[in-house]
């Protein structure tokens, strides 16, 4: 007779010891795939990143690489060199720049053709969402929001960014529309390389004005591989 073994927190401790002995790399892939139950669904996946990323979860914190799976409730984190590019389960891609944490907070219905994204930048730092090219035939596509601490951006096949800079979270649209909400009220961004400033989550955010060039290349700066670093 083959008696089941109960999974205590004894025996995952001994399964984690084992995999301590791994490679790093291999280690935080392996670590993942033991406790894969209490880190639910994977949202996204790594296609490419620069310098030390790393992930930080309830369950398991954990370095990320090339193919490494990303799950809600995750805090994903880029050094000052850092940079992180993840493709969506439903779709679309992240672009996550240097010196940021951003929360993967919470799907609304399936994971695989959601009808919301909600993500939360917890300071600093830079991210840039961009629209899959092909959009599913049946179901309509999903909103994305993403929160900061001075107010919260929200679109749907859209193409934008939002990040620090200048002392204060900027909003740039590259194509679509985006609604920048604080809790003073809300704006709605339609024409290309517009923004807002958002300083203040009690204040109404700003009229859309246009982005001088030289913002604009500092916010692609942060979103786009540079030749000088190497990306896995």
């Given at each position: 007779?083959?008696r089941?073994l109960?999974?205590?927190?004894?025996?995952v401790?001994?399964?984690?010891?084992?995999?301590?002995?791994?490679?790093?790399s291999?280690?935080?892939?392996?670590?993942a795939?033991?406790?894969?139950?209490?880190l639910?669904?994977?949202?996204?996946h790594v296609?490419q990143?620069?310098a030390?990323t790393?992930?930080?979860?309830?369950a398991?914190?954990r370095s990320?690489n090339?193919?490494s799976?990303?799950f809600?409730d995750?805090?994903?984190?880029?050094d000052r060199?850092?940079y992180l590019g993840?493709?969506?389960?439903?779709?679309?891609e992240l672009?996550?720049?240097p010196n940021?944490r951003l929360k993967?907070?919470?799907v609304?219905?399936?994971?695989?053709y959601?009808?919301?994204?909600?993500?939360e930048l917890?300071?600093?730092?830079?991210?840039?969402y961009?629209p899959?090219?092909i959009?599913?035939?049946?179901?309509?596509?999903y909103?994305?929001?993403?929160?900061?601490?001075?107010?919260?951006?929200?679109?749907?096949n859209s193409?934008?960014?939002?990040?620090?800079?200048d002392?204060?979270?900027?909003?740039?649209l590259?194509?679509g529309e985006v609604?920048?909400?604080t809790?003073?009220?809300?704006?709605t961004?339609?024409?290309?390389?517009?923004?807002?400033?958002?300083r203040d989550?009690?204040?109404?955010?700003p009229?859309?004005v246009?982005l001088?060039?030289?913002?604009?290349e500092?916010?692609?700066?942060t979103?786009?591989?540079?030749d000088d670093k190497?990306y896995?």
């Amino acid at each position: 007779m083959i008696r089941k073994l109960p999974v205590t927190l004894g025996l995952v401790a001994a399964l984690l010891g084992a995999v301590s002995l791994l490679p790093l790399s291999t280690r935080d892939a392996s670590a993942a795939e033991l406790i894969r139950p209490q880190l639910g669904q994977p949202i996204a996946h790594v296609i490419q990143r620069r310098a030390k990323t790393l992930a930080t979860h309830p369950a398991l914190h954990r370095s990320l690489n090339s193919g490494s799976l990303v799950f809600i409730d995750d805090v994903v984190t880029t050094d000052r060199n850092g940079y992180l590019g993840l493709e969506l389960i439903a779709g679309g891609e992240l672009r996550i720049g240097p010196n940021t944490r951003l929360k993967i907070t919470s799907v609304t219905s399936d994971i695989r053709y959601p009808k919301a994204i909600h993500l939360e930048l917890e300071e600093g730092g830079s991210v840039r969402y961009i629209p899959a090219e092909i959009q599913h035939e049946t179901f309509p596509p999903y909103r994305i929001s993403i929160k900061s601490p001075a107010g919260t951006v929200t679109g749907s096949n859209s193409d934008f960014w939002i990040g620090w800079m200048d002392e204060s979270y900027t909003v740039l649209l590259n194509h679509g529309e985006v609604e920048i909400a604080t809790l003073a009220g809300a704006v709605t961004i339609t024409e290309p390389d517009e923004g807002v400033k958002l300083r203040d989550i009690a204040l109404l955010p700003p009229k859309p004005v246009r982005l001088r060039d030289r913002q604009l290349e500092r916010i692609e700066a942060t979103t786009v591989p540079r030749d000088d670093k190497p990306y896995y």
